[in-house]
């Protein structure tokens, strides 16, 4: 079970997920799956509320993540609070133009920035492993690129020198913060 109502995250962990050997659902097939409220402190508290929840009502191991975008000249922030920095019901836009709006001036060599995802692996018990990915970068002044979604057109990856958005999905899917997180999954799934 992925735990996500996340259409866009739902896709990207499907395809990082794809070669377990094993049927993924989603939470799109059980309509009466319950909205849980990410109110953690932290990434793991979040990733690991969602996947027991999950994994308790649907009898089967689910996989929970969240991601925290920790931004160093902001003090961490917005942290584990990244989906909704702009405020409840915020868009990626809403984000990521509120986080550009608090980093106007700021020079490049003072916007670095780490992606950090934690995702939970939970069974039915309550049993959790956790696992997480990073990724270093910097934040644009503007936007660049179509792909991906949430912060990825203003997250810039040095070493190739575009944002997130500018990579295809199998780029991607081969180096980000999710991607490194979802391998150490996947280790975890072939074992069960």
């Given at each position: 079970?992925?735990?996500?109502?996340n259409?866009d995250?739902g896709?990207?962990?499907?395809?990082?997920?794809?070669d377990?050997?094993?049927t993924?659902?989603?939470l799109?097939e059980f309509?009466?799956a319950p909205e849980?409220?990410?109110d953690g402190?932290?990434c793991?508290?979040?990733?690991t509320?969602?996947a027991?929840?999950?994994?308790?009502?649907t009898?089967?191991?689910?996989v929970?993540d969240?991601?925290?975008l920790m931004?160093e000249?902001?003090?961490?922030?917005p942290g584990?609070?990244a989906a909704?920095y702009?405020?409840e019901?915020?868009?990626?836009?809403?984000?990521?133009k509120?986080l550009?709006?608090?980093l106007?001036?700021v020079?490049?060599?003072r916007?670095?920035?780490?992606?950090?995802t934690v995702a939970?692996?939970?069974?039915?018990?309550?049993?959790?492993?956790?696992?997480?990915?990073m990724?270093?970068?910097?934040?644009?002044?503007?936007?660049?690129?179509?792909?991906?979604f949430g912060?990825?057109?203003?997250?810039f990856?040095?070493?190739?020198?575009?944002?997130l958005?500018?990579l295809?999905?199998e780029?991607?899917?081969r180096?980000?913060h999710?991607?490194?997180a979802?391998a150490?999954v996947?280790?975890l799934?072939k074992k069960?």
């Open positions: 079970m992925l735990a996500t109502r259409p995250k896709r990207e962990l499907a395809a990082l997920l794809g377990v050997g094993t993924i659902r989603t799109a309509p009466g849980v409220e990410e402190a932290t793991e508290a979040n990733a509320k969602k027991v929840t999950i994994a308790r009502m009898g089967l191991p689910s929970a969240d991601t925290g931004v000249v902001l003090g961490g922030r584990v609070h909704r702009a405020g019901g915020a868009t990626y836009e809403d984000n990521w509120k550009l709006r608090e106007a001036g020079p490049r060599e916007r670095r920035a780490q992606f950090v939970a692996l939970a069974d039915p018990k309550g049993n959790v492993s956790l696992v997480r990915g990724l270093d970068g910097l934040i644009t002044e503007a936007p660049v690129g179509t792909q991906g912060y990825d057109p203003v997250f990856v040095p070493e190739l020198g575009r944002t958005a500018q295809t999905p780029e991607k899917n180096i980000s999710r991607a490194k979802f150490q996947r280790e799934l069960c």
